[in-house]
Nanobody
Framework: QVQLVESGGGLVQAGGSLRLSCVASGGTFSTYAMGWFRQVPGKEREFVGC????????DYVDSVKGRFTISRDPAKNTVHLQMTSLKPEDTAVYYC?????????????????WGQGTQVTVSS
């Protein structure tokens, strides 16, 4: 069983930055891939990015490439999502998730554990 707690969301103006954090407890941090997703009301949960178990490889949805960066901090069992040049269309609840497998995984159904989500609101 893995528990995930996200933090760092908030209200920011367009062009601003936020850093989301997700602390994992339970399991062994180095054995699972991690991802970030986002969701707005009435829409399906959308893949944002993911990072491999070792933290070397990352993958992002095209709309955030060059603006968002995922990193892992094994010493703190934490994964970060650094978001820059934020746009109003980035407004959503952001979730981190854990997949008990290797690789770069884009589908929500490939992830087993989810955090409670943190709201990000970007004003124009």
């Amino acid at each position: 069983q893995v528990q995930l707690v996200e933090s760092g969301g908030g209200l920011v103006q367009a062009g601003g930055s936020l850093r989301l954090s997700c602390v994992a407890s339970g399991g062994t941090f180095s054995t699972y891939a991690m991802g970030w997703f986002r969701q707005v009301p009435g829409k399906e949960r959308e893949f944002v990015g993911c990072v491999s178990r070792g933290g070397v490889y990352t993958d992002y949805v095209d709309s955030v490439k060059g603006r968002f960066t995922i990193s892992r901090d094994p010493a703190k069992n934490t994964v970060h999502l650094q978001m820059t040049s934020l746009k109003p269309e980035d407004t959503a609840v952001y979730y981190c998730a854990v997949a008990m497998s290797r690789g770069l995984l884009r589908r929500a159904d490939e992830y087993m554990y989810w955090g409670q989500g943190t709201q990000v609101t970007v004003s124009s």
